[in-house]
């Protein structure tokens, strides 16, 4: 285990950043916060010595300081987080603000969702600035026909983020969003609709990614096939419709729909394709890494730059990068890499269910999906692509349905089924649509591929619908935190068995298992009660 670590160099970071931020949580405490501090430096310095520092069996002080240095950084980081996050107004109190809108509209129920950024107040523009929250508003269209970078007058008032009991996972995904209040405004004014120029990059993607899904609207499909097609390939969900959601949900391909790094690999995938043709030497080499890794990030930015698209560009742009220079990249150290990067820019990430969900997913794949794939050998590459789907559906979902039992309380009976089509699907469906609305909007509607597209698109929402009508297609049951814990104790624990064979880890596993069971049974009827 000690030599599998030392492999791979940001395990150690990335665990003493976890750590750094779970005590900053949990066991808050200035005085041993500042304790590593002086421990750090301490070490660094009596490391430093003439009369020590040439000694190896005294290297282990530099890595001590280091240590306490990094988890002291990781805490104050997490401190400096928790600091963003809090309101300093009084509840009760209405306030006359100026906002800006910071992603597309929301179409709800009976309002519109808006995330915004406050920008200043008459009474004290420097207590809000920056500051994000959500606002609904009532059901308008011209509410709903806003960009992201349009600046609103509100006279509203806020509650801040955990005053209202939200459920805990949605509370985790407001904080990893950085949203500190919310709120309904029904008084408001649309102040100002700044010049493009003047946006932020975040803004600008937001906009061109809005530009791309409204060119969606010019297919001969249904607006629930619309939506769906904008939620596939840009991750544009303003519209979507719920029973296609649910029934998504239901057939266990949530993924699909949300721009992950599913979205992001298979857009890479094809870039590469395409420009395989080039030959292997040293210049074209660095032609094709350019060429793919602008394609890569440019889909990133008509993505919206979302979190999980963003992950998926920093883990393929170091891989990219590793065969670049003719190193050969370990997956492992690259997954621990991107982490790290993502916790240090922000730390609420590691409570938001789709970073886990992420990265867990992509763990699973790597560890399993080759022993898997070695239980059945196949030579004939098409062959072996369904065997290869197959065997990264059994693995990502062996990895998530703990959690998404926890967090989700769902889980799929026909996965195995709709993730094959869906993926094949989607393989052609993305980059076809990305390049079909790219070409719309620089030079008008192509009739090339839109047939095609059309047609993919109906194929996938009628495998969708037909196995999400499906009478039992999934169950529904959910597990507490600790069955969580221990269901993937059970599962690292027989993982281990079959690296190994030794017959302790084995009986663990089953021990865990066990102990699962009890966990549930008990939920079930001593708590439920006659």
Known sequence: ??????????????????????????????????????????????????????????????????????????????????????????????????????????????????????????????????????????????????????????????????????????????????????????????????????????????????????QINQLSLPQTAKSTLAALTFGHRATLDKEILKDFSTTGVMHIISVSGFHVAIFCTFISFMLSAFPNTVGFRLIRFLFTITFLWGFVYVSGLSAPAVRAGLMLTFFLVGRLISRRADSYNILAASAFLMLVYNPWFLFDAGFQLSYIAVFFILYLQPRLNSLLTIRNPLLAAPRDWTSVTLAAQAGTTPLCLYVFGKFSLVFLFTNLPLAALSTLLIPLTVAWSLVSVGMGYPVWGQEIIELLCRWMLWIVKSFGRIPGASVSFSIGFWEMLVSYGSIGFFLY??????????????????IVFVLMLKARFVYAGP
């Open 1 to 214: 285990m000690i030599n599998e670590i030392r492999k791979r160099p940001f395990t150690r970071p990335l665990f003493l950043l976890l750590t750094g931020i779970l005590l900053q949580i949990y066991l808050p405490s200035s005085i041993f916060t500042w304790t590593l501090l002086i421990v750090g430096v301490g070490g660094l310095l009596v490391a430093m010595h003439p009369k020590i520092k040439p000694l190896y069996k005294y290297k282990w002080v530099w890595g001590a300081a280091f240590s306490s240095l990094l988890l002291f950084l990781a805490m104050q980081n997490m401190k400096f987080h928790e600091d963003r996050l809090r309101w300093n107004f009084p509840e009760e109190k209405r306030m006359q603000v100026w906002a800006q809108l910071e992603d597309s509209p929301v179409e709800k129920n009976k309002s519109i969702l808006c995330e915004m950024k406050l920008l200043s107040s008459p009474a004290d523009q420097k207590r809000i600035m920056d500051r994000r929250v959500q606002v609904y508003f009532p059901k308008d269209s011209l509410i709903f026909s806003l960009l992201p970078g349009e600046k609103l007058l509100l006279n509203m008032q806020f509650t801040p983020v955990g005053q209202r009991n939200e459920p805990q996972g949605y509370l985790h995904y407001l904080r990893s969003n950085g949203i500190v209040a919310t709120g309904y405004c029904a008084d408001y004014a649309i102040v100002d609709n700044p010049e493009v120029s003047s946006l932020s990059l975040k803004h600008k993607a937001l906009r061109f990614r809005q530009r791309l899904a409204d």
């Open 497 to 514: 068995y079959l690296k190994r064979r030794t017959p302790y880890a084995l009986l663990v596993a089953l021990g865990c298992l066990l």
